[in-house]
C-alpha cells in the first residue's frame, strides 16, 4: 500500500540556522499538507499546497516558513531560521484531488530538535 | 472559532469493558468529523469518518449536532486498541476542497487485560 514518506526521522539543529524537511507524498495525490505538533500540545495545521502555490495557511506559518514542490515527488517545509519554539514534530500529508471527503493520509513525522 | 474538545487525556479499560472517547466541538458550519488512530510508534491513520457511517474494527461514532457531539464507542475493548486516539474537524474554505484538520488534544487509550 501506498505511504507519505518523510526525511529525515530527526533533524538536530542551531537555533538560527535553516532545516529543510522533505516529505515524498503518494504518488497520484495532488493536495499537500503540513502540520506540526510541539510536545504535549495538539497537532496544529501549518499550511495546504495545490497545483504549485499555497492554498491556505494558519497564523503560524510566517515569513520564516516557505513550501516547495521541487519535482514531481518531493515536497518540502523549509525554515528559514530557526528558533527554539519550532521544536516539533512536522507531520506531512497528502489526498487525492476532487473528493471533498478526501482522506489526508499522513507520513510518519520528523522531530526537529532546535538547539 | 473551529474547536476541538477531547476532554480526557488518559483513559483506561480492562479487556472485554466499552469504551467511550469523547469528542466535541464547535464549528459555524456544517461540520465533518474524524477520528484518527496513533499506535505506537507508527503514523497517524484515519479510523472512521461520520458522513461514512461505519464501523471500523468495531468503533462507530455518531454525530450529534444538537449536543456537538462526535464520541468514538466500542462495545467490547481489546488490548489491541491500545493506542492514542485524536479526534478531527475539517474545515474548508470557500471554493476550496482541501480544507485544514483541527485537531484535538487526543485521548490515550490503555486497554489492561
Known amino acids: 500500500e501506498p505511504e507519505v514518506t518523510q526525511t529525515p526521522s530527526h533533524q538536530v539543529t542551531q537555533m538560527g540556522q535553516e532545516v529543510i524537511l522533505r516529505c515524498v507524498p503518494i504518488?497520484?495525490?495532488?493536495?499537500f499538507y503540513w502540520y506540526r505538533q510541539i510536545l504535549g500540545q495538539k497537532v496544529e495545521f501549518l499550511v495546504s499546497?495545490?497545483?504549485?502555490?499555497?492554498?491556505?495557511k494558519s497564523e503560524i506559518f510566517d515569513d520564516q516558513f516557505s513550501v516547495e514542490r521541487p519535482d514531481g515527488s518531493n515536497f518540502t517545509l523549509k525554515i528559514r531560521s530557526t528558533k527554539l519554539e519550532d521544536s516539533a514534530m512536522y507531520f506531512c500529508?497528502?489526498?487525492?484531488?476532487?473528493?471533498?471527503?478526501?482522506?489526508?493520509?499522513f507520513g510518519p513525522g520528523t522531530r526537529l530538535t532546535v538547539l | 472559532a473551529q474547536r476541538v474538545t477531547q476532554p480526557e487525556k488518559l483513559l483506561s479499560v480492562f479487556k472485554g469493558a466499552p469504551v467511550e472517547l469523547k469528542c466535541n466541538y464547535s464549528?459555524?458550519?456544517?461540520?465533518?468529523l474524524f477520528w484518527y488512530v496513533q499506535y505506537s510508534r507508527q503514523r497517524l491513520q484515519l479510523l472512521l469518518r461520520?458522513?461514512s457511517r461505519e464501523s471500523i474494527k468495531g468503533f462507530t461514532a455518531d454525530l450529534n449536532k444538537g449536543e456537538t457531539s462526535f464520541h468514538l464507542k466500542k462495545p467490547f475493548a481489546q488490548e489491541e486498541d491500545s493506542a492514542m486516539y485524536y479526534c478531527?474537524?475539517?474545515?474548508?474554505?470557500?471554493?476550496?476542497?482541501?480544507?485544514?484538520?483541527?485537531f484535538g488534544r487526543g485521548t490515550q487509550l490503555t486497554v489492561w487485560p
Open positions: 500529508a497528502s489526498s487525492e484531488p476532487g473528493r471533498v471527503s478526501n482522506e489526508q493520509f
Open positions: 504518488s497520484n495525490h495532488l493536495y
Open positions: 499546497f495545490y497545483n504549485n502555490e499555497i492554498s491556505e
Open positions: 464549528y459555524s458550519g456544517s461540520p465533518e
Open positions: 461520520h458522513i
Open positions: 478531527a474537524l475539517k474545515s474548508l474554505r470557500r471554493g476550496s476542497t482541501l480544507g485544514r484538520l483541527y
